[in-house]
Nanobody, 126 residues
Framework: QVQLVESGGGSVQAGGTLNLSCQVS????????FAWFRHAPGKEREGVAA???????SEAASIQGRFTISQDSAKNTLKLEMHSLKPDDTAVYYC????????????????????WGQGTQVTVSS
């Protein structure tokens, strides 16, 4: 059974840094796409960043230059380093996975992903 568990959320002031982690267990597929999504109050859930087993990376324009997605294969962990945080980054952040490669134009479509974590809250104050 695949399980994704996020951690690392919290409250910071604008300009601060948070590092999110997603511990992946029970995932035995050699081909995969992983992604981070976020859901802010009153808004639709949106893709933040994605990577796949061929090391292709996709990023939302709103976070480019500030967030970095990576994985620690040895620890089965997906990471999201978030710098220069803004109040608009406030949301619940989710990690997601699917055992296939996705083209860049679909890498951050939530409908493509079948495994989801429970989310971790990120709050950025001005």
């Amino acid at each position: 059974q695949v399980q994704l568990v996020e951690s690392g959320g919290g409250s910071v002031q604008a300009g601060g840094t948070l590092n999110l982690s997603c511990q992946v267990s029970g995932y035995t597929y050699s081909t995969y796409s992983f992604a981070w999504f976020r859901h802010a109050p009153g808004k639709e859930r949106e893709g933040v960043a994605a990577l796949d087993s061929e090391r292709s990376v996709s990023e939302a324009a709103s976070i480019q230059g500030r967030f970095t997605i990576s994985q620690d294969s040895a620890k089965n962990t997906l990471k999201l380093e978030m710098h220069s945080l803004k109040p608009d980054d406030t949301a619940v952040y989710y990690c997601a996975a699917v055992p296939k490669l996705l083209p860049a134009r679909r890498a951050m479509n939530e409908g493509e992903y079948i495994y989801w974590g429970q989310g971790t809250q990120v709050t950025v104050s001005s």
